[in-house]
Antibody
Framework: EVQLVESGGGLIQSGGSLRLPCATSGFIVSSNHMSWVRQAPGKGLEWVSVIYSGGSTYYADSVKGRFTISRDNSKNTLYLQMDSLRAEDTAVYYC????????????WGQGTLVTVSS | DIQMTQSPSSVSASVGDRVTITCRASQGISSWLAWYQQKPGKAPKLLIYDASSLQSGVPSRFSGSRSGTDFTLTISSLQPEDFATYYCQQANSFPPWTFGQGTKVEIK
C-alpha cells in the first residue's frame, strides 16, 4: 500500500528555517517524481517544488532560492528544507507522488502545518 | 506562468443534480489537465487526468472534457459524498504547474 507521511511542521519565527520530511512506503521514492504542494489557511492549492526521478529539481518563483527539495534514497524519504521563512509561507504542506504523468499527483500525504510568525 | 481561471467559485446543488465546473487556461496546454476533489481537513484526491481520463477507483459519474483551452468537469448525478471543493490543475510539460482557484460544491 502506498503511503506518504509528512512531519516537521510547527510554529517558527519569520526568517527561521525548518525541514519537512515525507516518509514513504509502498513504492521507491527515487523511481518516482515527487512534489511538495502547499495550501494557505482557507486558500487554494499552490505547487511548490518537484524532484524528478533523474534528480532534476524545479521550484515555484515564490520559494526559489529559499527552499530546497531533496530525497534520501536509503530512507525512502523526501525532504523540503525551508530557509528565510516569511509569514506568507504559512500553510499546510503536502508531499505528493506523480502518477499518470509528471505533473499529476496520484498519492498525497495528510499534510503538515507550518505557521510563520512575524 | 500559465494561469488557470476556474468558475464558478461556488455552486449550490441538490443530490441527483448534474453539476458542471469549468476551467480556462491562459495558453495552450494540450490535454495536460487534472481535476482534484478536496474535502475539509483532507488531502486532495485525483479524479481526472489528461483532461478526460478517469483515475482508477473514481466513480463513472465524474467525467472531463476539453475544447481548446477550456476544460469541463461534470458530475452527472451528485451524490452526498460529492460535496467538496474541486480544483483544476495544468500539468504542462515543465513546471511551474498551477491550480485553479477552486469551486466549492455546496448543498442546496
Amino acid at each position: 500500500e502506498v503511503q506518504l507521511v509528512e512531519s516537521g511542521g510547527g510554529l517558527i519565527q519569520s526568517g527561521g528555517s525548518l525541514r519537512l520530511p515525507c516518509a514513504t512506503s509502498g513504492f521507491i521514492v527515487s523511481s518516482n517524481h515527487m512534489s511538495w504542494v502547499r495550501q494557505a489557511p482557507g486558500k487554494g492549492l499552490e505547487w511548490v517544488s518537484v524532484i524528478y526521478s533523474g534528480g532534476s529539481t524545479y521550484y515555484a518563483d515564490s520559494v526559489k532560492g529559499r527552499f530546497t527539495i531533496s530525497r534520501d534514497n536509503s530512507k525512502n524519504t523526501l525532504y523540503l528544507q525551508m530557509d528565510s521563512l516569511r509569514a506568507e509561507d504559512t500553510a499546510v504542506y503536502y508531499c505528493a507522488r506523480s502518477g499518470n504523468g509528471p505533473g499529476y499527483f496520484d498519492y498525497w500525504g495528510q499534510g503538515t502545518l507550518v505557521t510563520v510568525s512575524s | 506562468d500559465i494561469q488557470m481561471t476556474q468558475s464558478p467559485s461556488s455552486v449550490s446543488a441538490s443530490v441527483g443534480d448534474r453539476v458542471t465546473i469549468t476551467c480556462r487556461a491562459s495558453q495552450g496546454i494540450s490535454s495536460w489537465l487534472a481535476w482534484y476533489q478536496q474535502k475539509p481537513g483532507k488531502a486532495p484526491k485525483l479524479l481526472i487526468y489528461d483532461a478526460s481520463s478517469l483515475q482508477s477507483g473514481v466513480p463513472s459519474r465524474f467525467s472531463g472534457s476539453r475544447s481548446g483551452t477550456d476544460f469541463t468537469l461534470t458530475i452527472s448525478s451528485l451524490q452526498p459524498e460529492d460535496f467538496a471543493t474541486y480544483y483544476c490543475q495544468q500539468a504542462n510539460s515543465f513546471p511551474p504547474w498551477t491550480f485553479g482557484q477552486g469551486t466549492k460544491v455546496e448543498i442546496k
